[in-house]
């Protein structure tokens, strides 16, 4: 249970990150920088790499066989990602919008 | 687990009521009905302030060592919740988008 | 166990076409082409309804009192699941602005 708490608080940290640059990729779109827009996307696209070790490790052992303990947290941190991913593939397609409305 | 179906349905119900109001929210928003358009979102955040009261207090117990067991139903409250979290952040970018283009 | 594994790669497989239609549905918004932008999304639409399947019979084995065990796998089904509707939702509203904006 301890490793997956570690997990849990590792992908948590890492998404909090892509999270944040996700909202600041937008905000400096809707101010006409799309070079820091852009730059802000990738550097979501890093903590969302991060995250999503601890993710496939743990699907990973499930698909092996071993029981993986059901953990609150640990549900918490996955809803995290899988919404900041779904968030990040949404701004990359604000951003567009907003490079064609100038 | 009776707590936790009560958590698990006031999650649901308030969460219902917040992604109602965010979808309103874009539909005055298209219409160009931005002072509408606003209240609805902040109504949005009402519901989902309260929805996040069962949310913590739940993981809260967890922290405290205490097990708490799975629920189908309240993974799917969590669910509900982590997603309309987001899409009420993408829909505050979308209707400043909404008032640049007019 | 092995019913709830085939029910959770039933629901990833869906939900992985539903997204991809989703993606394509804002790529043929953003060239202007509209009536593949909304049949990308009817498209979506359809796998969406067929993950939904596997989805709510299992919430309503529990809600008849049948405990339904933990897994990792199907927890990741539904996090995809729910995400996806959302974006899916989200979609709509962006192609409705592309509209807006031609």
Do not use: W, Y
């Not at 998404?15 to 730059?39: K, P």
């Not at 968030?87 to 919008?97: N, Y």
């Amino acid at each position: 249970m301890e490793g997956m708490e570690l997990a849990s608080f590792q992908i948590i940290a890492s998404v909090g990150g892509a999270r944040s640059s996700v909202m600041e990729a937008l905000r400096e779109a809707r101010e006409g920088n799309f070079a820091e827009a852009d730059a802000k996307i990738e550097e979501a696209g890093t903590f969302l790499a991060e995250a999503h070790k601890g993710h496939t490790g743990l699907i990973q052992k499930e698909a092996q066989g071993e029981q993986v303990p059901f953990s609150l947290l640990f549900m918490h941190a996955e809803d995290q990602l899988m919404t900041t991913i779904t968030l990040r593939d949404i701004a990359v397609e604000m951003i567009e919008m907003h490079k064609k409305i100038g």
